[in-house]
């Protein structure tokens, strides 16, 4: 079964619209943390947010905020004020045992192509 | 601070041949872990190391392994190169202490090719 699941291939949105990125994780474990990354074409992946399993408030970096609803077991992606350089593939990941030492491994998504639109 | 770096970023090999990268981590950070991205299977966590010792191994054959050095610094080798290798090999680094959730910071990857 799909531990991370990302059901929006691709997106298109109006420049300086605000957008939301669906993910949704199946987990057995009580700590976890699910992070979000942005792949540009380049490739590299950036780090956007981090979202532990006990975090009571949802997690908000800049313009990038997590809508964290852990009994649905769903961590959207909220991009306020899309901008042209917001293009790129999104990645929603989980690590599962989040805060055992030791566990690095992250499991990711198929990812959503997100397109902003001028 | 530098980044993630990985050498070489692009990599054309024949089937049957190995290949070794390389990645060298965020200055402070013990842990590097790998991981392969292809069109058909995504995002796949290859290994993690961390003080010279592998931590976690995903599920790939034994034809990949790779090492750590006292510096942290990491390598990554494929032998018996096959066709479906052929993917982005990206490697992340991270400062992994318990109880803390670091995020991993990837590098902009190794594009291997495999002919």
């Known amino acids: 079964a799909q531990k991370i699941t990302q059901t929006q291939p691709g997106m298109f949105v109006q420049e300086k619209e605000a957008v939301t990125l669906d993910c949704t994780y199946d987990?057995?474990?009580?700590?976890?943390?699910l992070f979000w990354y942005k792949q540009p074409s380049s490739g590299e992946m950036i780090f956007l947010i981090y979202q532990g399993s006990y975090d009571e408030q949802n997690a908000t970096e800049g313009r990038y905020s997590l809508n964290f609803q852990k009994a649905r077991k769903s961590a959207n992606l909220v991009i306020s004020a899309s901008q042209l350089g917001d293009s790129a593939m999104y990645f929603c990941?989980?690590?599962?045992?989040?805060?055992?030492?030791?566990?690095?491994?992250?499991?990711f998504g198929t990812g959503t192509r997100l397109t902003i639109i001028p | 601070k530098a980044g993630v770096t990985q050498t070489p970023r692009y990599l054309i090999k024949t089937r049957g041949q190995q290949v070794t990268l390389s990645c060298s981590p965020i200055s402070g950070h013990r842990s590097v872990s790998w991981y392969q991205q292809t069109p058909g299977q995504g995002l796949q966590f290859l290994f993690e190391y961390f003080s010279e010792t592998q931590r976690n191994k995903g599920n790939f054959p034994g034809r990949f392994s790779g090492r750590q050095f006292s510096n942290s610094r990491s390598e990554m080798n494929v032998s018996t190169l096959e066709l479906g290798d052929s993917a982005l090999y990206l490697c992340a680094s991270s400062l992994s202490q318990a109880g803390v959730p670091y995020e991993q910071y990837f590098g902009p990857g190794t594009r291997l090719t495999v002919t």
């Open positions: 987990t057995s474990d009580q700590s976890y943390g």
């Open positions: 990941a989980m690590r599962e045992n989040g805060l055992n030492f030791g566990n690095e491994k992250l499991t």
